[in-house]
């Protein structure tokens, strides 16, 4: 009889892929589900995207293997996207490389830095496959608290009182996914210093800056963070392109060299075609994500009103592609979005797939189109 290795022992399959063959099934049955669960955008690319990737299935080039380092002028785009949008200076040194999307990244990220034993601080609540990937690469996840006291920040202060001998990363998520907690300089430079006082590195994970968002920042508008960070960004949800696989990892040179020893031995580079449109998104301007907002602010009143009905309260200010609300006191999350599941056909997400401290809340996801919501609302009419 084959077994698995031992690793596997540490993880289970990942919730949404549990999850969504019950509400499949449910579905198959005849059952009108709506899903607000999931965060994947329902949006088009812009048709200069689409056009771009047609128009390289002609170019020479197009069909052979590719650079594990992506087209040069792919990482010119990244580069020139950080400097647009996020005020980086154009001297900053950062090196860019292109990943087959930001979850891609959080392995390689892993593979490259962390030993059998190294600590990892990880968010809670926070998105689980920092913890998975911790555990598959014979780390150990050590959680460290987000409340909502702390408007779901670190609190430096506890952190400085824990054993840290032993960590070697700690994951970071501004705006913060699932809260929609926003970032802040003020914020980055005490994560940069928490690193250099600890020789820790810090990992922000940034796929959420520009959904609804007016004040997108980088870890890497502090002084001195590229001798301690990295940052994670994507253009999934920014450009509509989660199907596409497209993300980047930016550090200095030293920590990127070794993300692609990680990296070189796991792909053969991204298709180019991909590439070609991916470089057409970064070039977008201020009108592409001021029409996506547009579009998301109207669904997310129409959330608000929902969860409303539900009784929840939340943060109006929060920003990202969904909505985390509270319930009353004393209801369990799992509990309440199965009888939602089974009593009005909706589906949500429950707080506590992102942690202990998830528990009593539920997400809505934003990637719903308005009618749905809407007859989501009437089910509580």
Known sequence: MITTAKRLETVQEYYFSRKLKEVRQLMSEGKPIINIGIGSPDLAPHSSVIEAIQKAMFDEKAHEYQSYQGLPELRQAMFDFY?????????????????????????????????EGDEVLIPNPGYPTYASVAELVQAKAVYYDLKEVNNWQPDFETLEKTDLSKVKLMWASYPHMPTGTNGTLELYQKLIDF??????LIV???PYSFVLNDNPLSIFQ?????????????????????????????GNATLIDAILKVKSNMDSGMFYGIQKGAIA?????????????????????LIF?????????????????????????????????????????I???????FG??????????????????????????
């Open 83 to 115: 400097i647009s949008n996020f005020g980086i200076s154009k001297n900053c040194n950062l090196e860019f490389l292109p990943l087959m999307g930001s979850k891609e990244g959080i392995m390689h990220i892993s593979l490259a830095f962390l030993n």
């Open 195 to 200: 690193g250099k006082k600890h020789n820790i």
């Open 204 to 206: 922000n994970d940034n």
């Open 222 to 250: 502090i002084e001195g963070s590229k001798e301690i960070a990295l940052e994670l960004n994507s253009l999934s949800k920014t450009f509509n392109m989660a199907g596409w696989r497209v993300g980047m990892v930016l």
């Open 281 to 301: 998104a970064l070039k977008l301007g201020k009108d592409w994500f001021e029409s996506q907002n547009e579009i998301y602010t109207k669904r997310r009143n």
């Open 305 to 345: 009103e929902l969860a409303k009905k539900m009784n929840c309260t939340f943060d109006k200010n929060a920003v990202g592609m969904f909505v985390w609300a509270k319930l009353p006191a004393g209801i369990q999350s799992e509990e309440f979005i199965d009888n939602l599941l089974y009593e009005k056909d």
């Open 347 to 353: 589906f949500l997400t429950p707080g506590t797939i």
């Open 356 to 381: 202990s401290n998830g528990e009593g809340y539920i997400r809505f996801s934003l990637c719903v189109k308005e009618e749905n919501i809407v007859e989501a609302i009437k089910r509580f009419s």
